[in-house]
């Protein structure tokens, strides 16, 4: 079946660790995307890729990085610069640019603080 | 003011009501609506596009209007399984994929 694979499920970080999380797509997708979630908000657009080799940050791009050295692959690395990361994380990915495509999600990733 | 407004609700109905969501957008040029539906501490999921023409599917009926800067969803003969949260989704301008959500807005469907 085609879609989108997050993992893990929940994650907990120590103060001053970087973590990654995983997102990897089978749809053959080009564009992908990470969103945060906080409880009782919208989701909110962390960074964007709309091809291979090419990301732009979203909204509130501080504190993460990611990469997108294959088309399949999307990870996003929550780093100690990011204070609050306690949120629910969301990967994307539509067929392209445009803003007619809607997104398709994956089931998500929990990161809470220890 | 936020670019894509929603009532939070929770809008408490009974089995078998209609149910009607409005959304507000503040950018007027925005070009594509859709609305997704997120269950309890899961992914969202598209529920359907939304046209200029209005669009229905089955139960479902979602229109826009482009003059006063909203969409509405509308559930017919709502059931158990319709309770969850629906989010008002834009997309800014032609061209550009990015989507902004709304906060959304909580359906419970009580029998």
């Known amino acids: 079946d085609g879609g989108i694979t997050q993992s893990p499920k929940y994650l907990f970080r120590k103060e001053g660790q970087n973590v990654t999380l995983s997102c990897e797509q089978n749809l053959n997708h080009d564009a992908m995307y990470w969103y945060r979630q906080d409880p009782g908000q919208g989701l909110r657009l962390i960074y964007y890729s709309q091809i291979v080799n090419d990301f732009q940050k979203g909204d509130i791009a501080e504190g993460y990085s990611v990469s997108r050295e294959k088309k399949e692959s999307f990870p996003l690395t929550v780093t100690s610069a990011q204070k609050n990361p306690t949120a629910f994380y969301l990967c994307?990915?539509?067929?392209?640019?445009?803003?007619?495509?809607?997104?398709?999600f994956g089931d998500g990733t929990r990161l809470s603080i220890l | 003011r936020k670019e894509v407004e929603q009532d939070p609700g929770p809008f408490n109905v009974p089995e078998g009501a209609t149910v009607a969501f409005n959304c507000t957008y503040s950018n007027s040029a925005s070009q594509s609506f859709f609305w997704y539906r997120q269950d309890c501490r899961k992914e969202p999921k598209l529920l359907m596009s939304v046209y200029s023409s209005g669009n229905e599917d089955g139960r479902f009926t979602a229109q826009l209007n482009r003059a006063s800067q909203y969409i509405s969803l509308l559930i017919r003969d709502s059931k158990l399984s319709d309770s969850a949260t629906y989010l008002c989704?834009?997309?800014?301008?032609?061209?550009?994929?990015?989507?902004?959500f709304g906060a959304g807005t909580r359906l419970a469907v009580h029998p």
């Open positions: 989704v834009v997309t800014p301008y032609s061209g550009y994929n990015k989507l902004i």
């Open positions: 994307a990915s539509s067929t392209g640019p445009g803003g007619n495509q809607p997104q398709h």
